[in-house]
């Protein structure tokens, strides 16, 4: 497995590069961790502090409110808070909030696709439910709270 880089650094070849992710699922990420470490910060502030658009922003947060990941009050003293404890959001219960459950490509959700039924066989198959596993188990262990966590590596 390829070490991780320094902090700061690239671990891209080339630009552009394209994300994984959706940007649904990085806003609901960064959007809470930032209300995991500012409790009941307004939905405006976190799209400033995010350098998001606050329309798209509220549209996730409204994802992750029916999800009750979090709540949000109006008026004064309102804001957004976590309804979950940070140690029992994962990333990957993140991503799966928005988007479903993760996959790379969706020959994993068929029970044949068409090399196999082409073939009788499909290796591909079984690499990108490999490396799907692989995904998830690493986004199953890091939870919202190690990223908080100024110690967190």
């Known amino acids: 497995m390829t070490a991780l880089p320094a902090a700061g650094s690239s671990i891209l070849p080339h630009d552009p590069w394209r994300s994984l992710l959706k940007r649904e699922e990085s806003y609901a990420i960064h959007a809470l961790l930032n209300i995991a470490q500012h409790p009941g910060t307004n939905a405006a502030t976190i799209a400033e502090q995010l350098q998001i658009s606050y329309t798209f922003l509220t549209k996730v947060l409204r994802r992750l409110t029916e999800m009750n990941y979090v709540a949000s009050a109006k008026g004064r003293g309102g ?19 928005i988007s479903g459950p993760v996959i790379l490509d969706p020959c994993q959700t068929k029970p044949r696709c068409a090399t196999q039924q082409r073939t009788g066989k499909c290796n591909l198959k079984r690499a990108w439910l490999s490396a799907s596993l692989g995904i998830r188990e690493i986004l199953g262990g890091i939870t919202l709270a190690q990223l908080c966590d100024p110690e967190y590596r």
């Open 79 to 97: 804001g957004v808070t976590l309804k979950v404890d940070p140690a029992q959001i994962s990333l990957l219960d993140i991503i799966e909030a």
